[in-house]
């Protein structure tokens, strides 16, 4: 059984920093490239960042762009989300997502997701 | 960044009745399209791929077609675990992109 747990979220300041993470098994994690999509309250689906198999390719929203880094442990079969310089409008559940397979960047599984906070 | 723009925004329709959904993008996204369903307080759950090819344990009174700009998801008749928001979603370039949603709600 395809398992996505994640880990991290809660509350920071603004201009504070904060790392989600993501657990995996079930599947070859190696051969699945993983995202990040959130969804702010009360409003739609945000693709934030993906991260190919190997980590050669790595894409991010321009929203995030520069403050976000994602990141991946094929070993550990562990997906992460490094965000920095919080802002806001960054407020969201954050999911961590599989990939179809290595190139097809549609979402078939999807962790629980996890609430980040940005406030003072 | 393309643009996807679903109609109607909100669907009020009573079980039983037919749904048509729309998403249109604001250039061609080939057949590179999904849709997905999302509850209150879940995760999203994928429907179609690639336009029109079924996830693993979709019913089949889901169905979606479409090509290039203008694509449709129709649930037949609706059942009342299918009142819930959706989504479509391009996989055609970078930055991949989610419209806005359709809330299909119980008349």
């Known amino acids: 059984e395809v398992q996505v747990v994640q880990s991290g979220g809660g509350l920071v300041k603004p201009g504070g920093s904060l790392r989600l993470s993501c657990a995996v098994s079930?599947?070859?994690?190696?051969?699945?490239?993983m995202n990040w999509v959130r969804q702010a309250p009360g409003k739609g689906l945000e693709w934030v960042s993906s991260?190919?198999?190997?980590?050669?390719?790595?894409y991010y929203a321009d929203s995030v762009k520069g403050r976000f880094t994602i990141s991946r442990d094929n070993a550990k079969k562990s997906l992460y989300l490094q965000m920095n310089t919080l802002r806001a409008e960054d407020t969201a559940v954050y999911y961590c997502?599989?990939?179809?397979?290595?190139?097809?960047?549609?979402?078939?599984?999807w962790g629980q997701g996890s609430l980040v906070t940005v406030s003072s | 960044e393309i643009v996807l723009t679903q109609s109607p925004a909100t669907l009020s329709l009573s079980p039983g009745e037919r749904a048509t959904l729309s998403c249109r993008a604001s250039?061609?996204?080939?057949?590179?399209l999904a849709w997905y369903q999302q509850k209150p307080g879940k995760a999203p759950r994928l429907l179609f791929y690639?336009?029109?090819n079924r996830a693993t344990g979709i019913p089949a009174r889901f169905s979606a077609s479409g090509s290039g700009t203008d694509f449709t998801l129709t649930i037949t008749s609706l059942e009342p675990e299918d009142f819930a928001v959706y989504y479509c979603?391009?996989?055609?370039?970078?930055?991949?992109?989610f419209g806005g949603g359709t809330k299909v709600e119980i008349k």
């Open positions: 079930g599947f070859h994690f190696t051969s699945y490239a």
């Open positions: 979603q391009h996989r055609s370039n970078w930055p991949l992109t």
């Open positions: 690639d336009v029109s």
């Open positions: 991260v190919s198999t190997g980590s050669s390719y790595i």
């Open positions: 997502a599989r990939a179809l397979d290595t190139v097809t960047y549609f979402f078939d599984d």
């Open positions: 250039q061609s996204v080939s057949s590179y």
